[in-house]
């Protein structure tokens, strides 16, 4: 998650350089080896970012949403892409040309530091995810996504919240694991209290501290 709060001037700045897209579920923005001749501001919805093995089995690296920015270390290097992103939901993009976006963050310090500060967000989610795969548990792995996931969105008391659809199958490509283990630890959550299922299969997290010791204890 980039937690990025951008200014109103910033955002206008994007936006008068960008063309809109609205986007179906599961559409396909950029494939592995496509060129990078575009970055993505999310306005709204969810779109991963994932690798396909040799076998056909999705391995998602990361999940984006409304406010943060894809395609960004590609057109950076000026390399191919080296990764899929797919929407998740519906979704409302700001599609921005290489040359556009250059030019921008030339004339522009204050968005050229968040995008600093974005790339050392990527840093830290691979050392999330790290952190994640090397966990010798799934229970472990499970409670650390959950954490990861729900970063910076708490609510009132020690609550925070997963507040967009992600299956029980994506969470298992995120962690290496099946989907049937993962569903099974989830629903020993709920039914200790540590989680509930809300509409359109948002998961609150009712005790982040409980989680977040499941996370440490292995």
């Not at 063309?19 to 950029?30: D, G, T, V």
């Not at 396909?52 to 943060?68: D, F, L, P, Q």
């Not at 700001?94 to 522009?108: A, P, V």
């Amino acid at each position: 998650m980039q937690a990025i709060k951008w200014t109103s001037e910033e955002l206008e700045l994007l936006k008068a350089t960008s063309c809109i897209k609205s986007l179906p579920a599961h559409k396909i923005i950029f494939n592995e080896d496509s060129p990078a001749e575009y970055i993505y501001y999310i306005q709204s919805g969810h779109i991963k970012y994932y690798h396909n093995t040799a076998a056909g089995k999705e391995v998602i690296v990361s999940i984006y949403g409304g406010g943060e920015i894809i395609g960004l270390t590609a057109v950076l290097h000026g390399e191919n892409c080296d990764i899929f992103a797919k929407a998740m939901e519906n979704c409302v993009i700001w599609q921005m040309s290489r040359e556009s976006f250059i030019k921008l963050i030339e004339e522009n310090t204050g968005i050229s530091i968040k995008l600093i500060r974005i790339l050392c967000s990527y840093v830290r989610n691979y050392e999330y995810r790290l952190e994640e795969l090397l966990a010798t548990s799934t229970e472990a792995k499970v409670a650390s996504l959950l954490c990861h996931l729900a970063e910076n969105k708490f609510e009132a008391g020690n609550k925070c919240y997963i507040d967009y659809r992600i299956t029980h199958q994506e969470m298992a490509n995120m962690i290496g694991a099946c989907r049937q283990t993962v569903t099974e630890i989830l629903g020993r959550f709920q039914e200790k209290g540590l989680i509930r299922t809300h509409k359109r299969n948002a998961i609150e997290i009712s005790s982040w501290d409980e989680i977040r010791h499941i996370n440490s204890l292995y």
